[in-house]
């Protein structure tokens, strides 16, 4: 039998009195429960109590401890999160098993909430078929990352998987080609053979792909640059990925 789903491979947990009543205000999202820290008051939990039993939402208590624990920022949390369901979020393991999945974006080391939601939004436009974010390593998606998505977070085409490495040796092993970024890569992304099913992995601006990730590319390209650019930071650089990808896999 199947292991059920992990409620981490559900759900996108947004925290914080304003990000929640966001969620619970915008009907195209399916929010699943909204839990409050026990003793919260204020007139934005008044709100949110009104505005989810308009909804027909959950809405649990539990200690102010164990939100802080679920929410998972302690500092940031207001004694408040939701749950919101993201329809195409799935566990790598079970998308590998389904028809469809021939381009794939891997995220490794990228901590920067604002990189991985402009990621998210680009590859998501481009219409890539999946994009993982690993559970360690990458920013966790958080209220941040959903803004800078402006929204598209939620209904990305995102895959979980614990680490990048492990994300990569699985695509390897269901037969994709494993791409690697970087701007001393031999290759011109634009005329680099790109075989299908493939996975391009981005890595940080800082130090590139982990070392264990590397070790399983297949190809490095780069993007080639003009008018005296030297560089392009890691969100536009995907951008620029996805689209070749798309436009390859539509040729």
């Not at 039993?53 to 998972?72: D, F, I, T, Y």
């Not at 940031?76 to 979020?89: C, E, K, L, S, T």
Request: glycine share 10%; hydrophobic share 45%.
């Amino acid at each position: 039998m199947a292991s059920e789903t992990s409620p981490k491979d559900r759900f996108i947990t947004v925290y914080g009195r304003n990000p929640v009543l966001e969620v619970l205000s915008d009907p195209q999202l399916h929010v699943d429960k909204v839990v409050i820290a026990e003793g919260a008051r204020g007139p934005g939990i008044r709100e949110i109590e009104q505005s989810a039993r308009r909804r027909g939402v959950a809405v649990q208590h539990a200690s102010a401890e164990r939100v802080k624990k679920l929410a998972g920022n302690g500092r940031q949390d207001q004694g408040v999160f939701a749950d919101v369901i993201a329809p195409r979020m799935l566990p790598l393991e079970t998308a590998l098993g389904q028809p469809g999945l021939r381009t794939v974006i891997v995220l490794d080391g990228i901590t920067t909430p604002a990189n991985v939601g402009m990621i998210l939004r680009s590859a998501t436009a481009a219409g890539i078929d999946g994009i993982v974010v690993p559970r360690r390593g990458v920013a966790s998606l958080d209220p941040l990352v959903v803004k800078a998505s402006a929204g598209v977070a939620f209904r990305a085409p995102i895959l979980k998987a614990y680490t990048a490495h492990e994300a990569v040796a699985a695509l390897k092993d269901h037969g994709f080609a494993v791409i690697g970024l970087d701007a001393g890569g031999d290759t011109d992304l634009f005329t680099a053979r790109l075989p299908q099913p493939v996975a391009f992995v981005l890595g940080s601006e800082t130090a590139g792909l982990g070392p264990d990730v590397a070790a399983l590319v297949d190809t490095w390209v780069r993007v080639p640059m003009a008018s005296g650019v030297e560089s392009l930071n890691v969100s536009a650089a995907a951008a620029v990925v996805c689209f070749e990808l798309v436009r390859r896999s539509r040729a």
